[in-house]
């Protein structure tokens, strides 16, 4: 066993040298996105591997037996002073473990700094240099390493939650998460919906999404202290009764019915749900019911509800506790979505400008911007201070328009804005009232797979017929006349086309067909 003083000195100066290796990482050039999240999440290995070490070093020093009994062993009383026999005892452990292990490397330490301080082929004098990016493949393709949030999935169920007013375009989707600042999250939403089991499911994926992404991009931020703090604060905020729109008693009422019935009278003998009393009392003198009360009489231990509720008449106050505790959960989730939205202002910011500028992009212009993404970036270069600021004012792009980004990552003209049509919406009925930006989008839409599964949805072939129709009642009504007209050829054609004998006389398909087949002709 190591001494304990050693131990504690040998903490002491890896927690130095974690601290230098800590400001030396901080303290280097970031001049890209990519450089700066890297170097922050080595930042936050260190910070941990310190913090471990500090632990460990209080510990330590909370055991003053082991200290005492350490000091009493290597001090010597003055009878004693020339005994060495514990000196040599130690020696005698030091030579066994390198016997057991020779190919036991000194100074591991060092070998685990240099791996965190290293920079890779930070000069670009090796161009077959290939280094691995473990920090890459924390993030999606469509985050880009943490500029943008990839939000679709969570779109999708939006638009899927029940009874909501309409459904949402992309864009409008992230103005709701843009407005958090100004109050609680999907306050748009009516009461009824908030309440639903759907909702829920909904905000514990957008809340989870936005901590992992918090964390992912923002490594030496104590997102979880933030998030404890955020907790504790909606908690007395809901005790105080200050969320007005999530009142748990109307809510509770409003989903409970005053019959008793609730969500279902549970039948534990016919192990069914009823959703009504009445249904429920008139089953009961049914021959299935009869059956079932024998075959439960019978066994030892009758079905169980696996609602977890037998008793009839509690069923209500057991429905009112579920929905209230489901509420509260939501509201909780609802709170703590908020504050990090707060947080991720700028980055949904730029996600609405990325799709916006994607937007205005042909399909030989996202290959090529794709292409580019696949390069790899430049090798830095030193530049002056003054070179710094004026990259840094070019980088301030004076937008006041809100126009569309183009494929140079700045605002594209204003006439090239309005010859495309960028600023007329049209909305599609058939794509689920999704909005497109600028005529081109529009026309090109109704070959996309959005506007096919529209038209599968409806029974119709997706054909040229229904180009630019975006209503379903004028879809339809133009597939009823396609029909009619189609069925009004095949009879002029069976009435107008006309056919000649061997006698040269003149007769139309039908009459001519019909003497073919008595053999008059």
Same mark, same amino acid.
């Given at each position: 066993?190591?001494?304990?003083?050693?131990?504690?000195?040998?903490?002491?100066?890896?927690?130095?040298?974690?601290?230098?290796?800590?400001?030396?990482?901080?303290?280097?050039?970031?001049?890209?996105?990519?450089?700066?999240?890297? !170097?922050? %999440?080595? =930042?936050?290995?260190? +910070?941990?591997? &310190? $913090?471990? @070490?500090?632990?460990? /070093?209080?510990?330590?020093?909370?055991?003053?037996?082991?200290?005492?009994?350490?000091?009493?062993?290597?001090?010597?009383?003055?009878?004693?002073?020339?005994?060495?026999?514990?000196?040599?005892?130690?020696?005698?452990?030091?030579?066994?473990?390198?016997?057991?292990?020779?190919?036991?490397?000194?100074?591991?330490?060092?070998?685990?700094?240099?791996?965190?301080?290293?920079?890779?082929?930070?000069?670009?004098?090796?161009?077959?240099?290939?280094?691995?990016?473990?920090?890459?493949?924390?993030?999606?393709?469509?985050?880009?390493?943490?500029?943008?949030?990839?939000?679709? !999935?969570? %779109?999708? =169920?939006?638009?899927? +939650?029940?009874? &909501? $007013?309409? @459904?949402?375009?992309? /864009?409008?989707?992230?103005?709701?998460?843009?407005?958090?600042?100004?109050?609680?999250?999907?306050?748009?939403?009516?009461?009824?919906?908030?309440?639903?089991?759907?909702?829920?499911?909904?905000?514990?994926?957008?809340?989870?999404?936005?901590?992992?992404?918090?964390?992912?991009?923002?490594?030496?931020?104590?997102?979880?202290?933030?998030?404890?703090?955020?907790?504790?604060?909606?908690?007395?905020?809901?005790?105080?009764?200050?969320?007005?729109?999530?009142?748990?008693?109307?809510?509770?009422?409003?989903?409970?019915?005053?019959?008793?019935?609730?969500?279902?009278?549970?039948?534990?003998?016919?192990?069914?749900?009823?959703?009504?009393?009445?249904?429920?009392?008139?089953?009961?003198?049914?021959?299935?019911?009869?059956?079932?009360?024998?075959?439960?009489?019978?066994?030892?231990?009758?079905?169980?509800?696996?609602?977890?509720?037998?008793?009839?008449?509690?069923?209500?106050?057991?429905?009112?506790?579920?929905?209230?505790?489901?509420?509260?959960?939501?509201?909780?989730?609802?709170?703590?979505?908020?504050?990090?939205?707060?947080?991720?202002?700028?980055?949904?910011?730029?996600?609405?400008?990325?799709?916006?500028?994607?937007?205005?992009?042909?399909?030989?212009?996202?290959?090529?911007?794709?292409?580019?993404?696949?390069?790899?970036?430049?090798?830095?270069?030193?530049?002056?201070?003054?070179?710094?600021?004026?990259?840094?004012?070019?980088?301030?792009?004076?937008?006041?328009?809100?126009?569309?980004?183009?494929?140079?990552?700045?605002?594209?003209?204003?006439?090239?804005?309005?010859?495309?049509?960028?600023?007329?919406?049209?909305?599609?009925?058939?794509?689920?009232?999704?909005?497109?930006?600028?005529?081109?989008?529009?026309?090109?839409?109704?070959?996309?797979?959005?506007?096919?599964?529209?038209?599968?949805?409806?029974?119709?072939?997706?054909?040229?017929?229904?180009?630019?129709?975006?209503?379903?009642?004028?879809?339809?009504?133009?597939?009823?006349?396609?029909?009619?007209?189609?069925?009004?050829?095949?009879?002029?054609?069976?009435?107008?086309?006309?056919?000649?004998?061997?006698?040269?006389?003149?007769?139309?398909?039908?009459?001519?067909?019909?003497?073919?087949?008595?053999?008059?002709?």
């Amino acid at each position: 066993m190591d001494s304990i003083i050693e131990t504690q000195r040998q903490t002491h100066e890896e927690i130095e040298r974690y601290e230098t290796a800590l400001y030396s990482l901080l303290s280097r050039n970031q001049p890209t996105h990519e450089i700066r999240i890297q !170097t922050e %999440h080595k =930042a936050a290995q260190v +910070l941990d591997r &310190i $913090s471990s @070490r500090v632990t460990a /070093l209080h510990n330590s020093y909370l055991d003053e037996d082991a200290r005492k009994f350490e000091i009493g062993t290597l001090s010597a009383p003055a009878a004693a002073q020339n005994d060495l026999s514990e000196f040599y005892a130690r020696l005698v452990k030091v030579q066994d473990h390198y016997n057991k292990y020779p190919d036991a490397v000194a100074g591991g330490f060092d070998m685990e700094l240099a791996a965190i301080l290293e920079e890779g082929n930070q000069d670009g004098l090796d161009d077959d240099y290939e280094e691995d990016d473990p920090i890459s493949l924390l993030f999606s393709g469509e985050e880009a390493y943490g500029k943008y949030l990839d939000l679709y !999935t969570n %779109h999708t =169920a939006y638009n899927n +939650l029940k009874n &909501i $007013s309409k @459904r949402l375009p992309y /864009l409008q989707y992230l103005d709701i998460l843009l407005a958090a600042p100004n109050g609680l999250l999907h306050s748009e939403l009516s009461r009824e919906v908030r309440a639903t089991k759907d909702y829920e499911v909904y905000i514990q994926h957008l809340h989870d999404y936005l901590l992992s992404f918090v964390k992912r991009t923002q490594p030496l931020v104590d997102i979880q202290t933030k998030h404890q703090e955020a907790e504790v604060e909606f908690y007395q905020k809901w005790d105080d009764g200050e969320f007005v729109d999530w009142n748990e008693n109307k809510t509770a009422k409003q989903s409970v019915n005053t019959d008793g019935a609730g969500e279902g009278i549970w039948c534990s003998a016919c192990q069914k749900s009823y959703s009504k009393k009445t249904v429920y009392d008139a089953h009961l003198t049914s021959k299935k019911h009869m059956k079932a009360i024998a075959k439960q009489a019978v066994s030892e231990t009758p079905p169980q509800n696996p609602n977890g509720t037998q008793n009839i008449t509690a069923q209500p106050a057991n429905n009112v506790q579920f929905l209230k505790s489901r509420l509260r959960s939501s509201a909780l989730l609802t709170y703590l979505s908020t504050s990090l939205l707060v947080v991720l202002v700028p980055t949904i910011s730029e996600t609405k400008s990325n799709v916006e500028r994607r937007f205005s992009l042909t399909a030989r212009e996202r290959e090529q911007e794709l292409l580019e993404q696949s390069k790899p970036p430049p090798a830095p270069t030193n530049a002056s201070g003054d070179a710094a600021a004026e990259e840094e004012e070019e980088e301030r792009i004076y937008n006041p328009l809100k126009l569309p980004l183009g494929w140079d990552g700045k605002p594209i003209p204003y006439w090239l804005y309005k010859l495309h049509g960028l600023g007329v919406e049209y909305r599609c009925e058939i794509c689920s009232d999704h909005v497109y930006m600028g005529r081109k989008n529009f026309d090109r839409h109704f070959q996309e797979s959005r506007h096919a599964f529209g038209m599968r949805a409806l029974g119709l072939p997706n054909t040229k017929h229904f180009h630019e129709i975006t209503r379903i009642e004028d879809a339809l009504s133009l597939a009823e006349k396609l029909k009619q007209e189609g069925r009004h050829e095949i009879f002029e054609q069976e009435t107008m086309e006309e056919l000649e004998d061997d006698e040269g006389n003149v007769y139309n398909r039908k009459t001519y067909e019909d003497l073919k087949k008595q053999g008059l002709i």
